[in-house]
């Protein structure tokens, strides 16, 4: 089986631009969950979605969105990116079905983002 | 609010040597624990979880962790470090609700031949 797919593996871009990350969760899986990890402040929730809607939503700016389609791939976008959204983004999939064992996440090997 | 403390922000042990990754949670009712390990570059690897039932849970690479609801304690343990368990090590507490796990700042783990 395989497991979580996330694309770029690194990105370069300068202030003011967006991106687009993409994740691709393990087959079966409907659930896809986006944690930005920085030196400063460690790894942080930025929201989750199943099934085409957003659940959860961490405390960052809506500079930050994501959605999902039909098929649980991911994407986030950030735009008008500011020197300080350098990070490591990481995607996560599980079952996302309310019960122990279904929430467990597992994780991709994430993207590089770099603003210069 | 929900949080996880990991108070040791790096660690050295000598290859060989046992291993205590100390982990407290701050959530009031049972929580769900998870401890993820790093490799540099690389994503999260889960290692064990505790949900419920018996509180010594084991996961993979030789490593277990106990759950202590006095204490409110996660610690990880292993009986003898490898050189390549040398990565850092994250405690996460799942019971935010709809999969969003709230991490420990995490354990940067040297191992000394």
């Known amino acids: 089986k395989a497991g979580v797919t996330q694309t770029p593996r690194y990105l370069i871009k300068t202030r003011g631009q967006q991106v687009t990350l993409s994740c691709s969760p393990i087959?079966?899986?409907?659930?896809v969950s986006w944690y930005q990890q920085t030196p400063g402040q460690g790894l942080q929730f930025l929201f989750e979605?199943?099934?085409?809607?957003?659940?959860n939503k961490g405390n960052f700016p809506g500079r930050f969105s994501g959605r999902q389609f039909s098929n649980s791939r991911s994407e986030m976008n950030v735009s008008t990116l500011e020197l300080g959204d350098s990070a490591l983004y990481l995607c996560?999939?599980?079952?996302?079905?309310?019960?122990?064992?279904?929430?467990?996440?597992?994780f991709g090997a994430g993207t590089r983002l770099s603003v210069l | 609010a929900q949080s996880v403390t990991q108070p040791d922000i790096h660690i050295t042990v000598s290859e060989g040597a046992s291993l205590e990754l100390r982990c407290n949670y701050s959530?009031?009712?049972?929580?769900?624990l998870f401890w993820y390990v790093q490799s540099p570059g690389q994503g999260l690897q889960l290692l064990l979880k505790?949900?419920?039932?018996?509180?010594l849970v084991q996961g993979i690479k030789g490593f277990e962790a106990e759950f202590k609801r006095s204490q409110s304690s996660f610690n990880l343990r292993k009986p003898s470090v490898h050189w390549s368990d040398a990565a850092e090590y994250f405690c996460?507490?799942?019971?935010?609700?709809?999969?969003?796990?709230?991490f420990g700042a995490g354990t940067r783990l040297a191992v000394h031949p």
């Open positions: 996560a999939s599980s079952l996302g079905l309310a019960g122990g064992l279904r929430n467990i996440q597992y």
């Open positions: 087959s079966g899986h409907r659930s």
């Open positions: 979605y199943f099934s085409e809607t957003q659940r």
């Open positions: 959530y009031g009712a049972t929580p769900y």
């Open positions: 505790y949900f419920s039932g018996d509180t």
């Open positions: 996460a507490d799942l019971s935010g609700g709809y999969n969003k796990l709230i």
